[in-house]
């Protein structure tokens, strides 16, 4: 079955940057999206299409495609973005969906 | 405001079966796909399955797929999910989610599921 991975954590000061990584085979085919997940609480959706923002979501929240790798970045991290993120995608036909195993991002 | 409302999570047995439900406002149900998505404690997210508006296309997960149906009702503005043969893997949170194109851009609270003796 079609995979994506990730980090299992990715630690930052305040104000740098994270990037959060998420590889897969079909990701040059198939759009990915990223989602924030906070303790107790629903994910919410950071980007989609590889690199849109929704509205509302910050600035500082990016994201980028090469190959079969797709990045999340939060550029001038802040506390409040100590969360788990995971990647979303699907299979080559684009009928079977996948999630990565999230990424626990710590801001020291 | 879109709201999407889980129900039915709870306490079954090894073999058991039970059914969520997710009832959705805010927004024209009949329009959308919906889709289950779950949580095991302490662990990833992990995609169920989805189902058009009409409800004539349907996907499952591998690890689903001939145990768990998913169903609607667009006059009730309603997401189903009926899980048999229930193992101790399946215990999770499990939320419903609307998709947009495709992606999950609504999410419920989720309902917990726990299958033990």
């Known amino acids: 079955s079609y995979e994506l991975t990730q980090p299992p954590s990715v630690s930052v000061s305040p104000g740098q940057t994270a990037r959060i990584t998420c590889s897969g085979d079909?990701?040059?085919?198939?759009?990915a999206y990223w989602y924030q997940q906070k303790p107790g609480q629903a994910p919410v959706l950071v980007i989609y299409?590889?690199?849109e923002r929704p509205s509302g979501i910050p600035e500082r929240f990016s994201g980028s495609s090469s190959g079969t790798t797709v990045t999340l970045t939060i550029s001038g991290v802040q506390a409040e973005d100590e969360a788990d993120y995971y990647c979303?995608?699907?299979?080559?036909?684009?009928?079977?969906?996948?999630f990565g195993g999230g990424t626990k991002l710590t801001v020291l | 405001q879109v709201q999407l409302v889980e129900s039915g999570g709870g306490l079954v047995k090894p073999g058991g079966s039970l059914r969520l439900s997710c009832a959705a406002s805010?927004?024209?149900?009949?329009?959308?796909?919906m889709s289950w998505i779950r949580q095991a404690p302490g662990k990833g997210l992990e995609w169920v399955s989805y189902?058009?508006?009409?409800?004539?296309?349907?996907y499952y997960a591998d690890s689903v797929k001939g145990r768990f149906t998913i169903s609607r009702d667009n006059a009730k503005n309603s997401l189903y999910l009926q899980m048999n043969s229930l193992r101790a893997e399946d215990t999770a949170v499990y939320y419903c989610?609307?998709?947009?194109?495709?992606?999950?851009?609504?999410w419920g609270q989720g309902t917990l599921v726990t299958v033990s003796s």
């Open positions: 299409k590889d690199s």
């Open positions: 189902i058009s508006s009409s409800g004539s296309t349907i």
């Open positions: 979303q995608s699907a299979d080559s036909s684009g009928t079977l969906w996948v």
């Open positions: 805010g927004f024209t149900f009949s329009d959308y796909y």
């Open positions: 079909a990701l040059p085919k198939q759009y």
């Open positions: 989610a609307r998709i947009s194109s495709s992606w999950l851009d609504y």
